[in-house]
C-alpha cells in the first residue's frame, strides 16, 4: 500500500485487551519505535486520563505533537475548543483555540485578537438619513469604521439599521446582518412599515440576513459563523442586531471578547461594523456592558423622553472620531417614510418634542400672527395720516399758490400805478418848462 499516513482511532480500542499496565505501556513504546523507523507521519486519537493527558499517561510524553481537545459546557451552551500542548522543533501557540465542525470540515478561530496594524480609509458614506449625515458633518462616518447605536427599548435603533443596510444596497454594496431578536422575514415586513423596501435587495444577492439565537451556538460558534459569511459573502457592511443579546450564550467578559476580535476582523478587511445595543431601563444610557464605547468610531445614543404626558424619541451623537458632528439632540421620528431627524427646538424648559414641541409652535405661530396684524394695523393708521396730511399740505400749498399769485397781481398793478405816476410826473415837468420859456420870450 506503501502508506505514509497513519492514523489510528482509538489506541484504547486497539490495546483493550491487555490488562497487565506494564505490558501495555511496554506494548505502546515498542509500536511508537515501530511507527517512526517507518518514517511514516502518524495521528493517534486518545482518550483523557483522570488528572493527566492521556489514560495511559505515557502517550504525550512519546509524542512528537500533543494536539488536546475539549468540548466545554457553559451556560448549557457547548463549545469545543483545542490547544496545542507541545510541539517539538517548532514555535506554535499556547492558548485555547475554539473550533467549528461542520458540514466545510474543520474551522479554527484563534482567539487572540488581530493586530491593529489595518489599513484605514478617508472615504465618507451616507447612512441614507439625511439629518442623521448632516450630524455627522454633514458626509456620515468613515467607510471601514465601527458605529455603535444604543438605546432603551423601542428607539429606533433596528430602523436606523436598517437604514444603514438599504442605504448600502443602494449604493450596489453587499450588507451581512446579523439578528438575535428577528426572523429575516419580520425584518422585511417591519422594514417596509417604514418606507424601507429590503426583498428586493435580498433577491439580488446584496443582502444577507442570518438570523439565530444566542443560545444556538456558543459564542466561539457565532463567531466562527460571522467569520466564514465575511470571508465567502464578502460583504462592504456587517451589521450586528443587538450585541447585548449575547450575553446569554455565555459571560459578560466572553461577548466583549468575542466582539473585540470580530470588530479587528472586520476593520483588518476593511468591513464597516453596525452594532445596536440594549441599554436597560433604570441604568446609565452612556455605557455599554460590552465595553465596546471606547472600541468604537461613532456612538449614536437614541433615548426617549416623557413631555406633557406622551413619550417621544430623541437621538445624539455621543462621540465621532476624526470628524466634525453635532452637539445637539435631534427629535427622532418614525414614519411612514422612514426614520426623520427634526432640528432641535428649545423652549422655556429645554428641548420640545411631540404635542409640546407642536403646541409650542402653534403658539408661536399665533403670536407670529397677532403681531403681523398689529403690524398691519399700524400699516393703515399710519397711512391713513399720512394721506390726511398730505390733504393739508395739498391745501396749505393751494393757498399759499393763491397767495402767491394775489401779491404778483397787487404788486403788478402797483408796479404799473408807480410807472404812470413817474410818467404823468414827466410830462407835467415838461409842460412847465415849455410855459417858462414861452413868458421869457415875450
Known sequence: MKAKRVVLDTLETLFSGLQNEAILRSELQR?????????????ITGERGK?????QGLEEYVSDCVVLLDNRVVGQVSTRRVRIVKYRGSVHGTNEYPFLIDENGISVLPITGASMDYPVSNERFSTGVAGLDEMLGGKGPYR????????TAGTGKTSLALHLAEAACNRGEKCA???????????VRNARSIGIHLQKHVDKGLLSFQSARPTTHGLEMHLVRMHKLVDTFNPSMVILDPVSNLQAAGTLDDSAAILVRLMDHLRKNGVTCVFTSLVGGGRAQEATDEGLSSLVDTWLLARGVEVAGERNRVLYVLKARGMAHSNQLRE??????GVRLVPAYLGQGGVLTGSARAAQEAGERLEMQRAKEEMERQRIAFEHRRAALESQIANLRAGLAAEEQEYKRLHAVHEEKARRTELDREAM??????????????
Open 177 to 187: 446582518y446579523f439578528s438575535f431578536e428577528e426572523s429575516p422575514q419580520q425584518l
Open 429 to 442: 415837468s415838461r409842460s412847465r418848462s415849455k410855459g417858462i420859456s414861452n413868458k421869457s420870450k415875450s
Open 31 to 43: 509500536l511508537f519505535r515501530w511507527l517512526k523507523s517507518k518514517g511514516l507521519t502518524t495521528v
Open 332 to 337: 427622532f421620528l418614525i414614519t411612514a417614510k
Open 51 to 55: 488528572g493527566q493527558l492521556t489514560r
Open 144 to 151: 471601514g469604521s465601527a458605529t455603535l447605536i444604543s438605546g
